[in-house]
């Protein structure tokens, strides 16, 4: 099949495929759009590749900032394959990535197989799909989903614990709650810290340094009349603005959006395939 | 006041003073023996310090073992400060180090501020403390407690997940749990994934290459005559373990026992002083 001259064909298509075939679909970038809603069920990750010598730094950011960056795999150095998420070749298996040098996009590619080095180390960090798709089992209603946008994001100045090169405000999403729900949006996302857990503030966006719901820094904006109390989870943008910020001569993540979709359940209680 | 003389007398003293009080009469020499019961409600942990060289492979071990090695906090490079679990100085602040060289147990020491190095990277691990507190909160006796005893401790044939030289079996606790309180042992162990978590076995001793339950590998027997269901949690033996496998030229761990005492909540949904 091929399905790169039409991507809506090829999301409809891929939506009702098993994991295996949107990984081989996306390996041999017959796929390079988006990732949400395919593979149901199955844990999608954000990606950051550095040298190793930036790799012990970078996973000490994680463990000291783990709503923010849930280090959900990490590769041997130099090895491409994430063994512990799939039969994943990093290199390939994302629909996109973004190259930078020295803080800046430089590139984007559907596959980084030529510059693969003996030194890097990839990370995989969960992301929000995890707790969103369980908010809405229990029958909270998200509106970025029912309108089909991007949630939301905002800078704060909820300061992240640095470690080496790595450090910066944190970055939240928001999600409307109805109030008698956010107790229990508060109880199901914590059952996900591989997918960053509780929320990280509730209510008063100016705490956090949020000056206007209705201008996010990314994403979509909240509907204007929109109902219910704001509630902010850490968001996965955190790693990638810190990885950035760090201004290291190379690095790579995925293009955002563009995920990589593991075979992990995405309601395991660690994240590893049996 | 001086209390090095009767270790009974001390702990009788310490136990109903502050997390300050005691680590104070730690870093001082003048407490230096096991800490179970010291500053109630506080996250003890494991303690392994190894040079920068093997850090980022024993990081890859916690990440990819996370019930038996629930990482809480790593310092950076050379600084004996744990920063992120309250004012600790990682070189005084355990009653007991058990110091290796080769694999081989070479010193047991109260204060190794004479061994630090500045490419040394200490790492505190969480332990069972946190989970069996909660189950003894919900009603759920626990015979070792009860009887004073030290939990039964097995090697097992489920192997860990390799990073670089650390790897290996994995050692479980096993704990009696009436049958009609398993759920709720699972339900609440599951909650604190930084104390090991939800168990790795349930039932059949044989399954998981346990021979004989009556003769634990370290800890105290059993009852002979116990009831219940033995339930096997991942237990903080095993890092140790991967640890002196890979016979590195040199590492630190705490003594068995003698753990650290954090200024973090034990209950936190993250393990960091706010």
């Not at 040298?51 to 960056?69: G, I, S, V, Y």
């Not at 704001?230 to 910020?245: E, I």
Request: glycine share 8%; proline share 7%.
């Amino acid at each position: 099949m091929d399905i790169t001259t039409d991507i809506t064909a090829d999301f409809t298509a891929l939506r009702r495929e098993s994991v295996a075939t949107v990984r081989a679909a996306i390996r041999e970038c017959r796929y390079q759009g988006q990732t949400a809603g395919l593979a149901a069920g199955r844990l999608q990750a954000n990606l950051a590749i550095l040298p190793a010598e930036h790799a012990l730094d970078f996973m000490r950011f994680c463990q000291r900032n783990p709503k923010p960056c849930p280090l959900v795999g990490v590769t041997d150095t130099g090895d491409p394959m994430m063994h512990t998420l799939g039969g994943i070749d990093i290199r390939s298996d994302l629909p996109a990535y973004n190259v930078y040098r020295d803080g800046a996009l430089t590139d984007s590619l559907t596959d980084i197989t030529d510059l693969w080095q003996n030194d890097f180390v990839a990370f995989a960090l969960g992301c929000s799909f995890t707790f969103e798709r369980a908010l809405t089992e229990a029958g909270i209603e998200l509106d970025h989903i029912i309108r089909n946008r991007t949630v939301p994001m905002y800078r704060t100045t909820i300061q992240t614990r640095r470690a080496g090169p790595f450090g910066g405000g944190m970055v939240v999403s928001m999600r409307m709650i109805p109030e008698n729900r956010v107790q229990d949006a508060i109880d199901i996302s914590a059952r996900y810290p591989w997918a960053h857990g509780a929320p990280v503030h509730i209510g008063d966006a100016a705490a956090i340094g949020i000056a206007d719901l209705a201008r996010p820094d990314w994403g979509d904006p909240p509907p204007e009349h929109g109902e219910g109390t704001p509630v902010f989870w850490a968001c996965g943008v955190t790693p990638q603005n810190a990885v950035l910020s760090a201004k290291l001569p190379f690095c790579i993540t995925h293009k955002p959006a563009h995920m990589l979709v593991t075979d992990v359940d995405e309601f395991a209680d660690t994240p590893f395939v049996q």
